[in-house]
């Protein structure tokens, strides 16, 4: 075996030793470290381990070979197993020869070129050693981080690790899999801006041509890149055939813009916007906007759009803004834009900045409300605050715990009649004191409540004033009954007791009502408004939602609650039944009328698992009287996975079910999965929502299709079907979104997972 000598080897700035280097298998899976795993813990059964390039310091040269010659001039010539690294790259081959002067050679056979995240293999490179530019021919490549691999005629690098493919093909899928690729005439990889760009595309589908287009691009890590996003179809009977054509626009690392245009044969063309500005103190920006010129089924210009900012929750001082706007009510049921507003039927705008300490938090907020349905009546529309101030404060003491909160407004709302409220102002407040006294065995809490009241409103001409504190006293109390079993599991039997009084210094004004329902509302509303859901509710010191109103009650809320606590500290099951008994009569109501019952509903609730996968949940509330049922639901889940669960729902309301919902996942094998979902009314025997999809994922591939019928939740009556499908290239792109995002909407329980490998 010949070596260089050590004075010619610190000349030429190398060191030879002899080595024995294996080689790879030509262009076979093990050749581009891809390694065959068949655990089954991969879905492409095996995964790219690349080693790590091991350079040299600075631009030395680390050379080794079986034989090393110098031919005395200026060319260094290194046979069998020849191996060479400067930096972060390596070289490998049967045969290397360079100039010392330059740097420029030649590698014949088993070429092996490495940089990180990057191998290329060939028959034949000219190579500079020094500047680390190649030129490969009859090459195969991988980028190991995304997966991506491809052939070519040549392949050349740059100096500054940009790579140039001329007549390539190139597929995110696993060694020996042609599923899919890409055939172009020029493939650049630029690793420095994480971007991969095409000329002269085709996309080939088991090597037939199926698309054509001029350019294309596609990402090589995560970072975001500029570029067509893949198109999107779906069928519907609202919009007919749709197509959505997004560009992505990354205008800088903390801004970025998606400019959408969709094209819809039964309406038109709807040009969409959804731009992102994140602030130095890590405040996001975000403006959502989409523009229909001529609706050719309304036949009238119609647009949508939504801006917020919203700061990081995690500061001392938190600033929020909301801006909503519309053209009508039926907007988002119509078209499924990608605004998300809070109320179809009357938007809000508002800003506002909340300021907090360990103990407690202020602020203040200003909003107008903007009625877009007609359908709205006065005494429905919500009242704007102009502005309000807020603050809560709470202290917890090592005798006495205190809370206080409360709001001072200014309301106002545009209405057309002089019958309802147009404006007006109130404060409000809720103060508690309590003196929390427990032990291993129950607890004991007195308390004192206040609540002082000041508003006043103008109807038409006419001005009401309330002025009132109510005054309130609670006992709190609960014992704990605990017993082991024989297997460790912990039970556990609860009983709770709350003694409850308030009593006004007045009666208010039923006129002055800005944010707690009006009396003169329907008595389904008065009825919905005041019901008792949950064992939770029972205990509450005001029920009575908003800052309007604080009812008149002397009670006794009573509960009984057993649990069951397994030895790993899981709970198996939870049942707890509750009622309120009346000491007195009511007489500050939501309605304006007294209450004159003896009791309140009879409240159950209980949850099981019953098995590790097996969950039941029920919840029960009857009416007064206690014989009734008055709301209802009862709910089973069995879930094994994310991808496989069912979900069964009814509920009932006023001794009749009125919605029954099912939704089904189940993973089959593991490539496909079966979705479906659906929310049906028996007492109307209509749908109000549907969906039945498939999805399938493969090595380098998925696909989803999906059929959806939803009902227009404004009127209650029409509905829409709509087919939507969805086909994404691994490592490429994702050809329609519409099918994962309506299964998020319709699915409950549905996410769409991330890419499998």
């Given at each position: 075996m010949n070596h260089l000598t050590l004075t010619r080897c610190l000349a030429l700035g190398l060191v030879a030793t002899s080595a024995s280097i294996a080689h790879g298998d030509g262009q076979s899976a093990a050749a581009t470290d891809w390694v065959i795993d068949t655990s089954g813990t991969y879905l492409c059964q095996g995964y790219y381990s690349p080693p790590l390039v091991e350079g040299s310091v600075g631009d030395d040269l680390n050379a080794e070979a079986e034989n090393t010659d110098y031919d005395g001039s200026d060319r260094v010539i290194l046979t069998g197993n020849a191996f060479i690294t400067r930096n972060d790259f390596q070289l490998e081959a049967d045969r290397v020869s360079f100039l010392n002067s330059t740097g420029d050679g030649d590698a014949d056979g088993n070429v092996k070129i490495r940089r990180p995240n990057t191998l290329l293999i060939g028959d034949t490179a000219s190579v500079n050693v020094r500047t680390n530019a190649f030129d490969l021919k009859n090459s195969s490549f991988v980028t190991h981080q995304n997966r991506l691999r491809g052939e070519s005629d040549f392949a050349i690098g740059a100096p500054n690790g940009d790579i140039r493919v001329v007549n390539g093909t190139i597929t995110f899928c696993a060694p020996g899999v042609n599923s899919w690729d890409l055939q172009a005439d020029q493939i650049y990889l630029n690793q420095s801006s994480g971007r991969g760009w095409a000329n002269d595309v085709?996309?080939?589908?088991?090597?037939?041509?199926?698309?054509?287009?001029?350019?294309?691009?596609?990402?090589?890590?995560?970072?975001?890149?500029?570029?067509?996003?893949?198109?999107?179809?779906?069928?519907?009977?609202?919009?007919?055939?749709?197509?959505?054509?997004?560009?992505?626009?990354?205008?800088?690392?903390?801004?970025?813009?998606?400019?959408?245009?969709?094209?819809?044969?039964?309406?038109?063309?709807?040009?969409?916007?959804?731009g992102r500005y994140l602030f130095e103190d890590f405040s996001l920006f975000e403006a959502k906007t989409e523009q229909l010129p001529d609706d050719k089924v309304t036949g009238t210009d119609r647009h949508i759009s939504q801006l917020t900012l919203a700061s990081d929750p995690s500061k001392a001082v938190i600033w929020n803004m909301t801006y909503e706007d519309a053209s009508d009510g039926t907007y988002q049921d119509d078209l499924n834009n990608f605004a998300d507003l809070s109320d179809k039927q009357q938007l809000t705008s508002s800003i506002g900045a909340t300021v907090r300490g360990d103990t407690w938090s202020a602020g203040w907020i200003a909003d107008r409300v903007d009625v877009v349905d007609s359908t709205v009546t006065d005494s429905n529309t919500k009242f704007s605050r102009q502005p309000q101030l807020y603050w809560s404060w709470s202290d917890y003491g090592d005798v006495f715990n205190t809370y206080i909160n409360g709001d001072i407004t200014e309301f106002t709302r545009d209405i057309s009649s002089n019958s309802s409220a147009s404006e007006g102002r109130r404060f409000y407040s809720d103060i508690k004191t309590e003196i929390p006294f427990s032990a291993s065995y129950g607890s004991v809490t007195p308390a004192i409540l206040a609540f002082p009241r000041w508003g006043e409103?103008?109807?038409?001409?006419?001005?009401?004033?309330?002025?009132?504190?109510?005054?309130?006293?609670?006992?709190?109390?609960?014992?704990?009954?605990?017993?082991?079993?024989?297997?460790g599991a912990l039970y556990e039997l609860i009983p709770r007791a709350k003694l409850l009084i308030r009593e006004p210094s007045k009666n208010p004004s039923d006129q002055v009502r800005f944010d707690t329902i009006a009396t003169t509302a329907d008595a389904d509303d008065i009825a919905e408004a005041q019901r008792i859901d949950t064992a939770s509710e029972l205990f509450l010191d005001n029920p009575i939602s908003g800052g309007d109103l604080v009812g008149d009650t002397r009670e006794i809320a009573l509960s009984l609650t057993s649990r069951g606590v397994n030895a790993n500290g899981i709970e198996t099951y939870r049942v707890t039944a509750g009622r309120t008994i009346f000491l007195q009569d009511r007489g500050v109501t939501l309605s304006g009328n007294a209450d004159t019952t003896d009791q309140g509903p009879l409240v159950i609730e209980s949850t099981a698992r019953l098995a590790e996968s097996l969950h039941w949940n029920t919840?029960?509330?009857?009416?007064?009287?206690?014989?009734?049922?008055?709301?209802?639901?009862?709910?089973?889940?069995?879930?094994?996975?994310?991808?496989?669960?069912?979900?069964?729902?009814?509920?009932?309301?006023?001794?009749?079910?009125?919605?029954?919902?099912?939704?089904?996942?189940?993973?089959?094998?593991?490539?496909?999965?079966?979705?479906?979902?659906?929310?049906?009314?028996?007492?109307?025997?209509?749908?109000?929502?549907?969906?039945?999809?498939?999805?399938?994922?493969?090595?380098?591939?998925?696909?989803?299709?999906?059929?959806?019928?939803?009902?227009?939740?404004?009127?209650?009556?029409?509905?829409?079907?709509?087919?939507?499908?969805?086909?994404?290239?691994?490592?490429?792109?994702?050809l329609g979104r519409g099918a994962s995002s309506i299964m998020e909407r319709l699915l409950e329980g549905y996410e769409l997972s991330e890419a499998r490998y």
């Open positions: 085709i996309v080939r589908v088991k090597e037939i041509p199926v698309f054509y287009t001029p350019a294309l691009g596609f990402p090589l890590d995560d970072r975001r890149l500029t570029g067509f996003l893949f198109p999107s179809y779906s069928l519907g009977s609202t919009s007919g055939t749709e197509i959505v054509t997004p560009f992505y626009w990354n205008l800088a690392p903390n801004y970025d813009l998606l400019i959408q245009p969709r094209f819809m044969t039964a309406r038109g063309t709807a040009i969409g916007l959804h409103s103008k109807v038409g001409t006419d001005t009401f004033e309330n002025s009132y504190v109510t005054y309130g006293a609670s006992l709190d109390s609960s014992l704990n009954f605990e017993k082991f079993g024989s297997n919840r029960f509330s009857s009416v007064a009287d206690g014989e009734t049922m008055d709301t209802a639901t009862n709910e089973v889940k069995y879930k094994t996975s994310e991808t496989d669960y069912v979900t069964q729902r009814i509920v009932w309301d006023n001794d009749a079910a009125t919605r029954t919902d099912l939704y089904i996942s189940n993973q089959i094998g593991q490539d496909w999965r079966f979705l479906a979902g659906t929310q049906w009314e028996p007492n109307t025997e209509q749908r109000v929502n549907q969906v039945v999809g498939i999805e399938y994922e493969s090595c380098c591939w998925r696909a989803a299709v999906v059929h959806a019928y939803e009902r227009d939740q404004v009127t209650s009556t029409n509905g829409g079907h709509s087919v939507k499908l969805q086909v994404e290239l691994k490592g490429l792109g994702v």
